[in-house]
């Protein structure tokens, strides 16, 4: 009997896309599954709308002027953007393909809109809704994350609602009640889809089993 191991190569990386509520704690988990996981990247995106007291420019997002973001946009540098919130928000291109190119996995943090046009031109990408456990619970970490006025609260509480119905659209739902509980969710979530037969170029395997079949 041979040695030779099975051929199994990754083939590009996977898209995931997460969405959810303000508030409900996604790009917390998307940064958890980067430091979990090898292999996985968070992607970065564009914003006109204001750094908040914590954010770095680089790693939080890259904050632009409304004038570069529509030139980006015409430039055609983003797979996907939207208004959100009366901000615009958008993914760059350029590092997502490189990476996936690469065989590295990308997460993006992004909303239900950009969400819908990554379904749309991404057939493989997984799209995973993340609930908040109660209404309750999203507007009291909306006010201890203590970063928007009182009025940027409650508009983002108001969209929360509108914004649910579209888990219909995705793949997994995760309820993030509790951060370690739903990290090995998302991380199960990851694994799984990695093993998935069109994630994996099996061409090799077919080969040997070519030639096995031809030598009978
Ligand atoms: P925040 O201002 O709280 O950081 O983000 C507001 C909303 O914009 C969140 O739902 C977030 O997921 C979404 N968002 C962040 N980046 C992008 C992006 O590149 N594209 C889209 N469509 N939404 C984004």
């Known amino acids: 009997m041979s040695n030779r191991g099975i051929p199994c190569l990754r083939r590009r990386g996977a898209l995931f896309v ?6 409900t704690g996604k790009t917390s988990l998307c940064q958890e599954m980067v430091s979990r996981l090898p ?3 968070h992607s970065v995106s564009y914003t006109t709308r204001p750094a908040r007291a914590a954010e770095v420019n680089g790693r939080d997002y890259h904050f632009v002027e409304h004038a570069a973001f529509k030139s980006m946009i015409q430039q ?7 208004e959100v919130y009366g901000q615009f928000y958008g993914t760059p291109v350029a590092p997502l393909r490189q990476w996936r190119d690469e065989g590295i996995d990308v997460m993006l943090d992004i909303d239900t809109q950009g969400a819908a046009q990554i ?9 995973i ?32 609602k509108e914004e649910v119905k579209h888990y219909r659209y995705y793949k997994y739902v995760i309820i993030n009640d509790d951060f370690k509980s739903s990290a090995g969710q998302l991380e199960a979530i990851i694994v799984a889809e990695r093993c998935r037969t069109a994630m994996l ?3 090799g395997l077919e080969m040997m089993l070519s030639q096995k079949e031809e030598s009978c």
């Open 39 to 41: 292999c996985v990247r």
């Open 129 to 160: 809704y993340l609930l908040p456990p109660s209404w309750d619970v999203l507007r009291e970490r909306l006010e201890q994350r203590g970063s928007d006025p009182p009025r940027e609260i409650a508009k983002r509480l108001a969209k929360a």
């Open 18 to 23: 997460v969405s959810a509520p303000s508030g």
């Open 119 to 127: 379904r749309a031109h991404e057939p493989d990408a997984v799209l």
């Open 201 to 203: 170029d099996l061409s």
């Open 76 to 82: 055609g540098a983003f797979l996907e953007w939207a």
